[in-house]
């Protein structure tokens, strides 16, 4: 199976910030690699798909890149909208991965 | 408007059965691939199961912790998805969430979420 490691796994901000998040695949998921957002007790919503693109209706301060087994989303100048939980899943082959989860809190 | 309405979630003792239902509306579900996730409370999220599209045989995958004991299906005439899930266990106990894949690789349409709880 493909382990997906993010980090850091929690994370402090202001609004205003910039931040990053990493995630590492313990072998090659080429660019199938999406973002997602999470706040308690609603359902992920995808943020960016195929490493770096975006979802339509996501604000563009939300990016994301990388490719083979390192990937990164950036976020510019959160908002107070954007302090939620982040995970990152690959499609490359089954089973279907998720990363443990980066939490960002103000 | 693109949307997917789970429901069947309780409260059920191990061993048990029950089946969850996925309505969507908004698409037609035999176009795309379709999965099952779920998410213990306050962790984080898994994979389930998988149901490929009509053009591609309705064939299936299945998470290793629950192969053999759920099963994934579909009605397109309901337009909508299943899981069957058998012979259930505590570590089953989680919010299980229906989900469209987006053809690139991702999952961009999902539903609210039903909870299932498995208890002795």
């Known amino acids: 199976d493909i382990q997906l490691t993010q980090s850091p796994s929690f994370l402090s901000a202001s609004v205003g910030d910039r931040v990053t998040i990493t995630c590492r695949a313990s072998q090659g998921v080429n660019s199938y690699l999406a973002w997602f957002q999470q706040k308690p007790g609603k359902a992920p919503k995808l943020l960016i798909y195929t490493a770096s693109s975006l979802q339509s209706g996501v604000p563009s301060r939300f990016s994301g890149s990388g490719s083979g087994t390192e990937f990164t989303l950036t976020v510019n100048n959160l908002q107070p909208e954007d302090f939620a939980t982040y995970y990152c899943?690959?499609?490359?082959?089954?089973?279907?991965?998720f990363g443990q989860g980066t939490r960002l809190d103000i | 408007e693109v949307q997917l309405v789970e429901s069947g979630g309780g409260l059920l003792q191990p061993g048990g059965s029950l089946r969850l239902s996925c309505a969507a509306s908004g698409f037609t579900v035999s176009d795309h691939h379709m999965d099952w996730f779920r998410q213990v409370p306050g962790k984080g999220l898994e994979w389930v199961a998988r149901s490929r599209s009509k053009a591609r045989g309705y064939t299936t995958e299945y998470a290793a912790s629950v192969k053999g004991r759920f099963t994934i299906s579909r009605d397109d005439s309901k337009n909508s998805l299943y899981l069957q899930m058998n012979s259930l266990k505590t570590e089953d106990t989680a919010v299980y969430y229906c989900?469209?894949?987006?053809?690139?690789?991702?999952?961009?349409?999902w539903g609210q979420g039903t909870l299932v709880t498995v208890s002795s």
């Open positions: 899943q690959h499609l490359n082959g089954y089973p279907i991965t």
């Open positions: 989900a469209r894949d987006n053809s690139f690789f991702s999952f961009d349409v």
